[in-house]
């Protein structure tokens, strides 16, 4: 499966859209992007995910460059619960049992 | 409602004993897991089972052992070989076919004393 990079750290100003990026210049034809976030100490909440469209949903907007080797996932209007930790995973059709968590971006959402 | 229940939320051990985590899960989903969350760190998966009576090593599963007897459980033990136990634990399950969302628990935290 393919590895992604994304920053550490990034802030937004609350009501705000937050884009945060995510890098996978090494993705292959089959592999999804799929976003995450983990709120502290709590489970991590399933956001969005695409292979080639963007895609939109109640949460966030997904948006996928032509060659597919970076995306943003877009909150159009931060609020303060939107602080968390977000992951973006590249995975494969064959690849749905491991998915694999890395650091991914803290963001902070402030007032 | 539908999803997935961990038991305790917060466990302590002494050194030298093993314990059990409970997962269970009513979404009727056939794929489970479990990963390790240390502070400040990603998720690193234990073990996962895509079905009953089978499951398949992660990237750390030395020091754990799990079981799939039902579809709707996964226990995970935490045996006195896991040199380091103290973390934080998360169960997780997705049907198991097609692209779709994993559905996590909420957790639950290990110290060892």
Redesign the interface.
């Known amino acids: 499966d393919a590895k992604t990079t994304q920053p550490p750290s990034m802030d937004c100003a609350e009501g705000r859209a937050a884009n945060l990026p995510c890098n996978h210049s090494t993705i292959s034809g089959n592999e999804?992007v799929?976003w995450?976030r983990q709120i502290h100490?709590?489970?991590?909440?399933?956001i969005i995910?695409g292979?080639k469209n963007n895609e939109t949903n109640e949460m966030a907007s997904l948006i996928i460059t032509e060659d597919r080797k970076s995306s943003t996932l877009i909150l159009p209007h931060a609020t303060l619960r939107d602080t968390a930790v977000y992951?973006c995973i590249a995975l494969g059709?064959g690849g749905?049992?491991?998915?694999?968590?890395?650091?991914?971006t803290r963001l902070a959402v402030h007032p | 409602d539908g999803g997935?229940t961990q038991s305790p939320k917060y466990l302590f051990r002494k050194e030298g004993q093993n314990v059990t985590l409970s997962c269970e899960q009513n979404l009727n989903h056939d794929?489970m897991?479990w990963?390790r969350q240390d502070p400040?760190?990603?998720?690193?998966?234990i073990y996962?089972s895509?079905i009953v009576n089978d499951f398949?090593k992660?990237?750390i599963a030395e020091g754990y052992s799990v079981s799939r007897e039902k579809k709707e459980s996964f226990p995970l033990t935490v045996t006195s070989a896991q040199k380091n136990p103290t973390a934080?634990y998360?169960c997780?399950s997705?049907v198991?076919r097609?692209?779709?969302?994993?559905?996590?628990?909420?957790?639950s935290?290990l110290t060892v004393l």
Do not use: M
């Open positions: 999804y799929y995450y100490s709590q489970g991590p909440q399933y995910h292979l992951y059709t749905y049992n491991k998915l694999i968590f890395g650091a991914g | 997935i794929a897991y990963y400040g760190q990603g998720l690193r998966l996962y895509q398949q992660g990237d934080f998360l997780a997705k198991d097609g692209p779709g969302e994993l559905f996590f628990g909420e957790g935290r």
